[in-house]
């Protein structure tokens, strides 16, 4: 049988809530913050000194001797992985979500066997599906670093994708390393040699399950204006009025898929570059190899046209090369404006759009 007691059950009078408060502030003077934050928040903040909170003295020093067990990373608030309630903006798949230019040492093959470690700037990205709030970033990076230690070719590349596939739950994926590759070429009279340096990505792409391997190079040459050459030569012949062609630095950006089962070495795309456009600005020169260029330079004039053609003739005779696209950019040294040029054969590098900086891109400076 319960007993109530009327008393208990009645509307408290003011002056009885105001003899309470009055005795619960009596007794905070005497207590210590940690007692105080053990009491209900409601109460807490009628005591002076706790209207906004009842948080307890935190900790300040550093815990080293703190571990991590299961128990406490079960714990942990994970919002990327939280529900689609938490989702800003609209629901959305996302093509691309990942890092960009996280750098470590990767060691390379080369084409005489050897190999060489050279730092590398890795972006991985994944797809992400509408009702996913977002992606652990770290995922990509840590698969990724299983595998660092390994010579990186296509191969292991593909190893490293399929596992942070794998981690984030994702359909399509890409992997993407830059670095400057170094090959020794010697001068073009004097028999010296110097260290040319590539500036090269290697790109792995799975899109609705179809993997793609794709190689970059960026190709520095030197482009004499054959308009020029022939009205410098037409005044040194009609007036005897000595004139110079205008020339200037050129960049050209390489794209090609390469075939399955194929290999297509650094080296060999670096080949057919030189093999479509010889004027290759020079890393050791003396006299006689400056008047070797201007000689080269004088036997090979192009239009940034023609720079396109040249350089898709050769991606086309290779039949280790499918898809392509062909950049070039002659940075003009008559106008104040560059000359350019956009080549592509097959659909993986067709687009409606251009990048707007992708020209500002070519610029290789010092």
Same mark, same amino acid.
């Given at each position: ?24 502030? #009596?007794?905070?003077? @005497? +207590? *210590?913050? /940690?007692?105080?934050? &053990? ?9 002076? $000194? ?60 080369? #084409?005489?066997?050897? @190999? +060489? *470690?050279? /730092?590398?700037?890795? &972006? ?9 709030? $977002? ?232």
């Amino acid at each position: 049988m319960n007993i109530h007691n009327q008393d208990m059950e009645r509307e408290p009078t003011r002056e009885e809530a105001e003899a309470a408060l009055a005795l619960l502030r #009596r007794w905070a003077k @005497d +207590v *210590t913050a /940690e007692e105080v934050a &053990t009491l209900d928040p409601l109460v807490s903040r009628l005591i002076p $000194g706790q209207e906004v909170s009842n948080y307890p003295a935190l900790a300040r020093a550093y815990p080293e001797d703190f571990e991590v067990d299961d128990a406490y990373k079960a714990s942990m608030p994970d919002l990327q992985n939280g529900p689609s309630s938490l989702i800003r903006g609209a629901k959305q798949q996302i093509q691309h979500v990942g890092i960009s230019n996280f750098r470590l040492p990767i060691r390379f093959h080369t #084409r005489d066997n050897g @190999d +060489v *470690t050279l /730092e590398t700037s890795v &972006t991985g990205t994944v797809s992400l599906e509408a009702e996913k709030k $977002g992606i652990n970033m770290s995922r990509i990076m840590r698969s990724f670093y299983k595998h660092a230690s390994d010579t990186f070719s296509f191969e292991v590349m593909e190893t490293a994708l399929d596992a942070y596939k794998a981690d984030l739950e994702s359909f399509d994926a890409r992997i993407q390393m830059r670095f400057r590759f170094p090959m020794k070429v010697a001068s073009l009279r004097s028999g010296l040699e110097g260290y040319q340096y590539y500036d090269i990505a290697l790109e792995l792409v799975e899109k609705a399950g179809v993997r793609k391997k794709i190689i970059h190079l960026d190709y520095v040459y030197s482009s004499t204006c054959p308009c020029s050459l022939e009205l410098s030569e037409h005044a040194r012949q009609f007036r005897g009025q000595l004139a110079t062609p205008h020339s200037q630095r050129s960049v050209s950006r390489l794209s090609a898929v390469i075939e399955d089962g194929e290999m297509l070495w650094f080296e060999d795309l670096i080949d057919m570059a030189r093999d479509a456009v010889p004027t290759e600005t020079q890393v050791m020169v003396k006299r006689e190899d400056e008047q070797a260029f201007a000689e080269l330079n004088a036997a090979n004039p192009i239009f940034v046209e023609d720079a396109a053609r040249l350089f898709c003739e050769q991606l086309q005779n290779d039949p280790r090369v499918g898809d392509f696209r062909v950049i070039a950019s002659h940075q003009e040294s008559l106008h104040s404006h560059d000359a350019v040029s956009v080549l592509t054969e097959g659909d993986t590098f067709d687009s409606e759009s251009l990048d707007p900086r992708m020209f500002s891109t070519l610029i290789h400076v010092g």
